[in-house]
């Protein structure tokens, strides 16, 4: 099956991105797709760059990049839910005159109705939320 | 209620409006369903009854609440507005309490409602 | 005397019954944010067992559309009332 | 069938008796993250109407050292059995 | 118990290990406390009591838990741990099922170890 | 008396930063010093110089910048917290070899001991949690 996630906690505060994590790895190892993880609510803090956990500890970020390298799973992470929260790309930077900017491919800033069209796409849609 | 179609989807909205940003950003799931042309059902469960309550008002900080939003459901083709009843009871509300028409729902009625939509979005 | 600060609805959480139980003869209760649920219709009832020690903030009920619905028994404070209240705990403690 | 996923404690959360509420007769429930501490001791109690449809996930029982306390009732799934609960439901409904 | 000092500082922790980082956070700031000399109480409160379940262990992906913490706490000269009686029992645990010694405390003391503390974090 | 506050939560997910900033304004309306606010937790977020909330919405990095300005309130926020949920300065971008920073002047990470000298120093310490 061609799995989706929806990703909606932040990553070093509550166990959603964790377990979400654990989801994916399993369902890849049972034989099935992950196509795509959107990250809506306080889950679009797993999109930033600039995250910086301990070295002995699991780096989500990292993690999700790897996911897509690995598997092609695409990060979609709603733009709305994003720029309030200063998960930005540098296009974005550039349109609101910031400095510098915490978002890069693989992960992409998209729109709210993109976690519709996940939904429609995929055979299941599983949420992880804090 | 006498829907029985199967490729509507239901944004279910469980949180208080001011408290968080849950309920916005679940109506907001809700709006961008309708206007991709999907029929959209709403159910307010639990605390999400609240978010009903006439005369609301924007937070002191200029806080756009939910309330103007609910208002737009019509233009949106968002007509049937499903309400925990048990939970209003609880909270000393009433339907006559409400800014919009809505349909009460029982305890018996909510798990059917669960059965029958073919997507879900729990908020 | 403590100043405790509540910002979750009985409606839907249980810390509300913590916040209770640390509570002592003379300290007070302040509901905001959500909290201010616990101040309207059956939910009052949670705090009756430290009636005219409950106060209410009066801007989170005004934008919740509740302010001529709280409990009789519940005294309504704006901010400025919040911070006097603070002024004459010797400390608060916030629950969440 | 349904699977409902829930992450919260009936101890803390009032959440899981909204869960229950919408459960349909065949529906079924997996507990995880802070939601399997209802899998243990009394608070398993508030899960008997809805007996042998229950499931906790058992990476987040060893983790907090309750591997071995968890209520006979309640099925054991580990990771891959949670996505295959997923495999067998037309939909999975998360309650937080 | 006996200790009626006032300038010890009280940590509660209330939530859950695991599922949050509250735990961890709050902790940290007991061990800080006691890093630079204060003297630190700690009190489990409802689902805190849970952080001392005996056998907890890192999570599948190696987050760290919070239970090597814990057995840091003497190292700390942290020694009064005061755990919800009440909290313990609706969890079907017994202080028999805990990681340390500690002191059961029953509803009617819970708001003098408030009111006796002049600094309190409740996490 | 002089004021310090504890702020946990993120700035666009709860209303606990949005009670903080009106009790800010509050006291210091009524002749009190708010000395020094101290960010935890996801409270952190609140120091993202990349928000970018819409423009009829309340912007809380603005505000908080604000308060320092006219006030010379004190914006600490914890660095351990702040680290893993990507709220990194310029100096620990470099260290960690990150090519973008979030948070700027006026407000400063460090240590989690302040919180208790902050503590020790105000007259009433306030927290707001989400």
Redesign the interface.
């Known amino acids: ?1 061609n ?1 989706a996630l929806l990703v ?1 906690g ?7 991105a ?2 979400a ?3 994916a ?3 890849i ?2 034989g ?1 797709t992950l196509g795509t993880i959107f990250f ?3 889950g679009v ?1 797993n999109a ?7 070295q ?3 780096h989500l ?1 990292e993690a999700w990049r790897r996911l897509h390298e690995d598997h092609g799973t695409s990060l979609l992470v709603c733009i ?2 994003a ?6 790309d540098e296009r ?2 550039r349109r ?1 005159g ?5 978002v890069e491919s693989p992960f992409e800033l998209t ?3 993109q ?2 069209d996940v ?2 796409n995929h055979d ?7 | 209620m006498s829907d029985t179609t199967d490729n509507s ?1 239901l944004v279910v909205l469980r949180h208080a409006p001011h408290g968080s ?2 309920l916005r ?1 679940g109506l ?2 809700a709006l ?2 309708a ?2 042309g ?1 029929k959209v059902h709403l159910l307010f469960l639990g605390d999400g009854v609240l978010a009903l309550a006439t005369g609301q008002q924007h937070g002191p900080l200029g806080q756009k609440g939910t309330h103007p939003t609910l208002d737009m459901l019509e233009m949106y083709d968002i007509d049937m507005i499903l309400v925990d009843g048990k939970a209003l009871t609880q909270r000393g509300l009433t339907a006559d309490d409400l800014q919009l028409p809505v349909s009460l729902i029982d305890d018996a009625t909510l798990p059917e409602i669960f059965a029958r939509h073919s ?1 879900i979005y ?1 908020f | 005397m403590l100043l405790h600060i509540l910002n979750r609805s009985p409606a839907s959480s249980r810390v509300p019954l913590d916040t209770l139980r640390a509570m002592g003869d003379n300290d007070w209760l302040l509901l905001i944010e959500d909290g201010v649920y616990g101040a309207v219709g059956p939910l009052a009832d949670e705090f009756t067992s430290i009636q005219g020690r409950v106060f209410a903030l009066k801007e989170d009920l005004v934008s919740r559309g509740l302010e001529n619905r709280h409990d009789a028994t519940i005294e309504l404070v704006d901010m400025d009332g919040f911070v006097a209240l603070t002024e004459q705990a010797t400390q608060t403690v916030s629950w969440y």
């Open positions: 099956m799995y909606q932040a990553p070093y505060s509550q166990q959603a964790h377990s994590l654990r989801f790895h399993a369902l190892a049972r099935h809506y609510h306080d803090y930033s760059r600039l995250a910086t956990p301990p002995d500890e699991p970020v709305a839910a720029l309030r929260r200063g998960i930005i974005e930077a609101h910031k400095a510098g900017y915490a729109g709210l109705g976690l519709l939904h429609s299941r849609l599983v949420t992880f939320s804090p | 989807m940003s849950w950003e907001d799931v961008v369903g206007a991709l999907k997507s729990n």
